[in-house]
């Protein structure tokens, strides 16, 4: 990773892989020796933007990461669909591609991320052997945002895409939340791998505000009633800042086979603030120490 996010970070190029919506995404092999494991983001991240999280996961486990539907590398769905069930289907497709086994996956994930490993496992019964979960955006029946009043969406749609350099991204990202409580190295990873350089030596958000804020609107089919046939061994990590409402608990009561983890110091964005101890509970998750 490059000290300076002014510049533009050198990476692998990822495996591109056809999606059910029509477009592809990309799957990123992000290191380490061992079995493999799956993470997958949070919304508006990519697979490369939790760098000293992944790199402690990477000391146990080969690290593969998909990026979703218009995020990182991937491309938008050629059939317009966001729905979470169906960026779960594209989870299944790298499964397929991994060649992993029904109840051999073990998984990470973030937010979203973490929702769709488990709308993966409802749509493959069995599919996870053990997972942790960072707040898994999941609501109980009747408890999600109708169509287009999810309060998220406005964010993306107004957010700034563009700005003349990482350098000044970082300046403006570690000066406001929620990024702010985030730390520098892991900002750092963040800024040097979210955006691409564009002409005139700019860079752009690869998650553009109008498709993140379609991601968003998705999330209306990722109930809890779905995952109640869940056997998995399935640790949840929460955060006590409540801006994005009670994430984690929903997803706690309905799985048989969980544990909740309170890291009261942390917000949403706990795998960017505390990425060593995240990354420690992960691997106890994960039957490692």
């Avoid at 000290?3 to 059910?20: G, I, Y």
């Avoid at 505000?209 to 209306?220: H, P, Q, T």
């Avoid at 048989?256 to 060593?276: M, Q, R």
């Amino acid at each position: 990773m490059n000290a300076n996010p002014s510049e533009a970070t050198e990476v692998s190029q990822p495996e591109m892989l056809d999606s059910e919506g029509g477009g592809q995404i990309a799957l990123h092999c992000l290191g380490g020796e061992g079995p493999p494991l799956l993470f997958v983001h949070a919304t508006g991240f990519n697979a490369r933007t939790y760098g000293p999280f992944v790199k402690n996961l990477a000391r146990h486990f080969t690290v593969w990461a998909p990026d979703l539907r218009s995020h990182g590398w991937s491309t938008a769905p050629l059939d317009g669909d966001y729905e979470w069930t169906s960026l779960a289907r594209d989870l299944l497709h790298v499964v397929d591609h991994l060649k992993i086994g029904d109840g051999q996956l073990d998984c990470v994930g973030h937010s979203i991320g973490a929702a769709t490993l488990l709308l993966a496992d409802y749509q493959r019964p069995g599919l996870i052997r053990r997972m942790y979960g960072y707040e898994p955006v999941m609501w109980r029946p009747g408890e999600a945002f109708p169509p287009g009043e999810n309060p998220l969406i406005a964010g993306a749609q107004k957010r700034r895409e563009v700005f003349e350099s990482r350098g000044e991204a970082m300046e403006r990202f570690a000066s406001r939340a929620p990024f702010a409580s985030c730390r520098a190295d892991a900002l750092l990873s963040y800024v040097s791998n979210a955006f691409e350089d564009i002409e005139g030596g700019s860079v752009r958000l690869r998650c553009r505000g109008d498709e993140e804020a379609k991601v968003y609107d998705g999330e209306r089919v990722s109930t809890n009633d779905k995952i109640v046939d869940c056997a998995a061994e399935v640790v949840i990590g929460k955060g006590m800042e409540q801006q994005f409402g009670n994430l984690g608990i929903p997803a706690a009561e309905a799985l048989k086979n969980s544990s909740l983890i309170v890291y009261e110091d942390l917000t949403h964005f706990g795998p960017l603030e505390a990425p060593d101890r995240l990354a420690g509970d992960a691997l106890r998750a994960l039957g490692v120490g």
